[in-house]
């Protein structure tokens, strides 16, 4: 079935250092949506992409789609305390939408 | 005040009992979506609605009936055929279908917990 795999499963980094996490999807996604939740809350949207090739910024993270549009990545310039959090990636393929595994993100300060 | 609302935070029923979840959205979203979230894993479809009286089967519906009667509401049920149903439930909704390219915005959940 299809699956929507994100890594790592999690990533602890001192504060100021980079993050990244890849999203790798087993079919063709349509467009690709990037949702953080943070500990003990909801999913909230931060991005989508829809063409392959696509990069984005905003601020301090950076995103981007794979030319096949089976794959994405998140990454974070400089992390700060408020980025802690789990990060997913989502995407609608035929008529479902998948969410990605996630990864939560730690923050040492 | 705009926005999604879920009730009961917390939620806790016997085994073999059938429990409903409520989900409220003031957006006027056409389209609403329930997921279920375990431990440390991301979020999997079980119903979503593209329009009243209409719903379509997610990944994991079996043990799970929704109905979608008006477009502000969507209700979830977790039926005693769940097998395993203590998990995180969050409904969201959008503004256009599925498959198109809108944000998905969603309820704070509902924490349920099977005894």
């Known amino acids: 079935g299809q699956q929507v795999m994100q890594i790592p499963q999690y990533q602890h980094v001192q504060e100021g250092e980079d993050f990244t996490t890849y999203c790798n999807s087993s079919?063709?996604?349509?467009?690709i949506q990037w949702y953080k939740q943070r500990p003990g809350g909801h999913p909230v949207f931060l991005i989508q992409?829809?063409?392959?090739?696509e990069v984005k910024k905003q601020k301090r993270l950076t995103f981007q789609f794979g030319e096949a549009k089976k794959n994405s990545s998140l990454h974070i310039t400089a992390t700060q305390t408020t980025d802690v959090g789990t990060y997913f990636c989502?995407?609608?393929?035929?008529?479902?939408?998948?969410f990605g595994t996630g990864t939560s993100l730690t923050v040492i300060p | 005040d705009g926005g999604i609302t879920q009730s009961p935070k917390y939620l806790f029923r016997k085994e073999g009992q059938n429990v409903t979840l409520s989900c409220e959205q003031n957006l006027n979203h056409d389209a609403m979506y329930w997921y279920r979230q375990d431990p440390g894993q991301g979020l999997r479809l079980i119903y979503y609605?593209?329009?009243?009286?209409?719903?379509q089967k997610g990944d994991i519906a079996e043990g799970y009936s929704v109905s979608r009667e008006k477009k502000e509401s969507f209700p979830l049920t977790v039926t005693s055929a769940q097998k395993n149903p203590t998990a995180f439930y969050l409904c969201a909704s959008s503004m256009g279908k599925l498959s198109s390219y809108n944000e998905q915005f969603f309820g704070p959940g509902t924490r349920l917990t099977v005894l």
């Open positions: 989502a995407g609608p393929t035929g008529n479902q939408f998948y």
């Open positions: 992409l829809v063409k392959s090739g």
């Open positions: 609605s593209q329009i009243v009286n209409d719903f």
């Open positions: 079919t063709t996604l349509s467009n």
